[in-house]
């Protein structure tokens, strides 16, 4: 039995289109582009010599606030006048990134921020919507910039137009330049499935369902060959120069194109997901570790688990879905799912037999159906404790146990 809704949830939405900034527009955003790198690197800097100051004082702990480095952008605007000449709360973005870029180290999610430098082929900043930012037909009109022109499609005009827009990033990737707006907008919910499932990402098989489903990695072999090729040229280019210019549009139309390929799949694997599920288990993954490690690093930036990963988290609040993610250290592979019999002794294999009920698994599926028995248990758990926080939706899925497949 399906349970239909004609609800609808208010949500934020990133909306991408394509600039053709003239020479006075180009120069006011590499202008804005370069105090806010600027900016960064210099309250990067402050905040590194003011806890060297407190080590000497015997302090361990600097406070990494929105005060502390609103103070210091204050400072730093006192300091270097040509700041003010940038739209105000681009600049004030820049301390509120670095903050969550900190935020991001001490939970052991990335690592510590890095200097800003010239040379990378990526740079924005990001502008508030102060009721400032006004959509007219094929321009925007961005305050204290101008006027810039824009291409999208007919569909996205019109949800700009209707929308709210919360801010929007401009961006420079590659010679080309870039608006992404955050809008709220209102996305239809989904149909109740009464569906479960547990789902095991890996090298081999970019995901593994709890029910035998395997999704294959993309292959963009094409397109890494590109790239390598376009690097190549462009190191040997002066830099700046026409020629380098030149190669590095090249080079971005490739980077894009993969990027945009990946983003497709991952778009689509994760609404198949979130339209099939209402409960979706996934492990939490150590990204940062995971790349520390030489032999998964080249390989984890083709797969970008960590993009399709957060495309299932917000999608799952978009439509009233329920995501878990359970620990990195539960032993899904090694665990046998039917007895719970636990191999200590497996390594690499991709099949094993369990000693104790003598079942044979497949190591990806086995992970997967035991990533989606421990989600589903710890969504009992915390219902247990506050059933407030899940809502009515949670007391129909603890009755799924017995039915879901």
């Known amino acids: 039995m399906i349970h239909v809704f004609s609800e609808y949830n208010t949500v934020n939405k990133g909306i991408v289109v394509k600039l053709y900034p003239d020479e006075s ?106 009721n400032n930012i006004k959509i007219q037909d094929n321009i925007i009109v961005l305050p204290k910039l101008g006027q810039v022109h824009y291409r999208t499609s007919n569909h996205y005009k019109k949800l700009l137009k209707e929308s709210k827009i919360n801010n929007v990033t401009i961006k420079k990737e590659h010679g080309h330049f870039y608006a992404v707006f955050n809008i709220e907008t209102n996305v239809e919910t989904m149909d109740y499935t009464y569906n479960i499932v547990g ?5 081999r098989t970019l995901a593994t369902l709890s029910n035998g489903l395997k999704i294959a990695n993309l292959d963009t072999t094409y397109e890494d060959e590109m790239i390598k090729k376009y690097q190549k040229s462009l190191s ?102 039917v007895c719970g019999y636990y191999n200590k002794d497996l390594g690499d294999e991709k099949k094993w037999t369990c000693p104790h009920c003598k079942t044979q698994h497949d190591r990806d599926i086995n992970a997967a159906k035991n990533i989606k028995q421990e989600g589903f248990r710890l969504l009992k758990e915390k219902n247990k404790m506050n059933l407030r926080d899940w809502g009515d939706s949670t007391v129909i899925l603890l009755s799924w146990e017995s039915t879901s497949p």
């Open 25 to 130: 527009m180009r120069d006011k955003i590499n202008q804005n582009i370069g105090n806010a790198r600027f900016t960064w690197n210099k309250l990067l800097q402050e905040y590194q010599e003011t806890f060297e100051l407190f080590k000497k004082q015997g302090y361990t702990k600097l406070q990494c606030n929105i005060k502390t480095f609103n103070t210091m952008l204050n400072m730093l605007k006192t300091q270097y006048s040509f700041l003010y000449e940038s739209e105000s709360s681009s600049l004030q973005q820049v301390f509120r990134d670095l903050l969550q870029a900190f935020k991001r180290f001490f939970n052991n999610t990335s690592g510590y921020p890095r200097f800003k430098s010239k040379k990378n082929p990526k740079h924005s900043f990001r502008i508030q919507n102060n």
């Open 199 to 203: 789902i095991d990402l890996g090298m």
């Open 236 to 337: 040997r280019k002066k830099y700046n120069s026409t020629r380098y210019n030149k190669t590095l549009k090249k080079l971005g139309k490739w980077i894009k194109r993969k990027n945009n390929r990946i983003k497709d799949a991952y778009h689509k694997l994760s609404h198949y997901l979130v339209k099939t599920y209402d409960l979706i288990c996934m492990e939490t993954l150590d990204i940062r570790e995971m790349f520390e490690q030489t032999d998964y690093s080249k390989k984890l930036q083709n797969i970008s688990w960590y993009k399709l990963v957060e495309m299932i988290k917000y999608k799952c609040q978009w439509y009233d879905k329920i995501f878990v993610q359970i620990s990195q250290w539960h032993p899904s592979s090694k665990n046998c799912n």
